[in-house]
């Protein structure tokens, strides 16, 4: 059995919690979800912790992960399991301080395994890689090729994570290039059959890679 991809899934940009609650609870009961990570955007701090108090107890109830982006003192008021940073946001040594050594710390690292490697260097416990194929939710800076993710793969032990546009007709190249995690947002919010069903299909489609033979 070779390596299997785990679901990472992002928020839409913006969301109503108490509507927004039935959907994600939906998400979570389609199948194994690493992480959740709530990324609002344009919206004031009450606007985050209120998403955040919403959110954050389903998310643990199902055994995965909640991080909150960009934003390491909300993550901790909010008593999230860590938070996400990019190369824009908090530097990685400011965000590990406010969030402590127990926390997940992701660092966003474009295309560069040079920024990578800076940041799991320092510690942190995943590097993002991106963007693959255009996204609805955000406007990529950089793009990045599944041979970035293979090399990572083969040469660190610092987990991977693949963002940008992918969806379950173009992520198997993807999957393939052996990252730690998948991570999606518009490909399970607008599903039109519901976020249920499309987890449970990329958790088949990891399932069946998975099985298809070694590295």
Request: hydrophobic letters at 45%; a negative charge; glycine letters at 8%.
């Amino acid at each position: 059995m070779r390596h299997r991809a785990r679901l990472y899934l992002i928020t839409p940009p913006k969301l109503d919690p108490e509507a927004f609650a039935p959907l994600m609870a939906e998400a979570l009961a389609g199948g194994d979800i690493a992480a959740v990570q709530l990324r609002l955007k344009d919206v004031s701090d009450d606007a985050v912790l209120h998403a955040g108090a919403k959110l954050r107890d389903m998310v643990q109830h199902a055994h995965a992960a909640f991080l909150i982006n960009d934003r390491p003192d909300l993550a901790v008021e909010i008593g999230a399991d860590g938070v996400h940073v990019g190369q824009g946001d908090a530097p990685y040594a400011e965000a590990r301080r406010i969030v402590g050594k127990e926390a997940i710390v992701g660092v966003t690292a474009h295309n560069s395994r040079h920024l990578a490697m800076e940041a799991a260097e320092a510690g942190a416990d995943y590097v993002a890689f991106g963007a693959f194929f255009p996204t609805d939710t955000k406007q990529p800076s950089h793009w990045c090729e599944p041979e970035v993710l293979e090399i990572w793969h083969e040469t660190t032990e610092t987990a991977s994570i693949a963002i940008g546009g992918l969806k379950l007709d173009n992520c198997e190249p993807i999957v393939r290039a052996n990252p730690d995690f998948i991570a999606v947002s518009s490909a399970v919010w607008n599903d039109p059959r519901g976020p249920r069903a499309a987890v449970a299909d990329f958790n088949a489609l990891f399932d069946r890679l998975a099985h298809a033979g070694g590295e």
